[in-house]
T-cell receptor, first 116, second 112 residues
Framework: GAVVSQHPSWVICKSGTSVKIECRSL??????MFWYRQFPKQSLMLMAT?????????EQGVEKDKFLINHASLTLSTLTVTSAHPEDSSFYICSAGERGGTDTQYFGPGTRLTVL | AQSVTQPDIHITVSEGASLELRCNYSYGATPYLFWYVQSPGQGLQLLLKYFSGDTLVQGIKGFEAEFKRSQSSFNLRKPSVHWSDAAEYFCALNQAGTALIFGKGTTLSVSS
């Protein structure tokens, strides 16, 4: 149990376009999902906290108009990178905590974004 | 400030040898503590976690970790390393319902 999926697993796009990444909890409901960004050979940095039915909470320095987060249901959160630029190229990982569970977060497999 | 420190950036261990990866934390109270493993280009897999109770916790793949409050440490151990254990290891902490705070990670290489 406790499986989190992400789609797509990798994406290449042109500079200026927008890309949507989906994060789904497959076998549990997640009130809260988290979005992280990871640069090569580095640790995970929290971008935002996504709460079902409310606005996401962004970390300092993360542009909320550039990284749009929607958490429309208890099993789906989406991250849209708007007007992507090469510096947005990164590995994006989501995690989800089981509603009413033991506060363990389960991670998706990640999405590799390359902006040309 | 809340933080996680993994002092060793890169460790090389011979196959069959024992392993200890260090993790120290700074937190106002006793946090929830986790160890995750990440293979290249993959997501994170939970190895083990500590919430409360017995300070020695057992995880998957033969790993264990010991919580030492006096040392603010949560070191990961394995008695005999396999080549498939080569990966990036992250120590992390949080409180209930909050985002994880990660250490910078330790890269484990296994030599034959």
């Amino acid at each position: 149990g406790a499986v989190v999926s992400q789609h797509p697993s990798w994406v290449i796009c042109k500079s200026g376009t927008s890309v949507k990444i989906e994060c789904r909890s497959l076998d549990f409901q997640a009130t809260t999902m988290f979005w992280y960004r990871q640069f090569p050979k580095q640790s995970l940095m929290l971008m935002a906290t996504s709460n079902e039915g409310s606005k996401a909470t962004y970390e300092q320095g993360v542009e909320k108009d550039k990284f749009l987060i929607n958490h429309a249901s208890l099993t789906l959160s989406t991250l849209t990178v708007t007007s992507a630029h090469p510096e947005d190229s990164s590995f994006y990982i989501c995690s989800a905590g089981e509603r009413g569970g033991t506060d363990t977060q389960y991670f998706g497999p990640g999405t590799r974004l390359t902006v040309l | 400030a809340q933080s996680v420190t993994q002092p060793d950036i890169h460790i090389t261990v011979s196959e069959g040898a024992s392993l200890e990866l260090r993790c120290n934390y700074s937190y106002g109270a006793t946090p929830y503590l986790f160890w995750y493993v990440q293979s290249p280009g993959q997501g994170l897999q939970l190895l083990l976690k500590y919430f409360s109770g017995d300070t020695l916790v057992q995880g998957i793949k033969g790993f264990e970790a010991e919580f030492k409050r006096s040392q603010s440490s949560f070191n990961l151990r394995k008695p005999s390393v396999h080549w498939s254990d080569a990966a990036e290891y992250f120590c992390a902490l949080n409180q209930a319902g909050t985002a994880l705070i990660f250490g910078k990670g330790t890269t484990l290489s296994v030599s034959s």
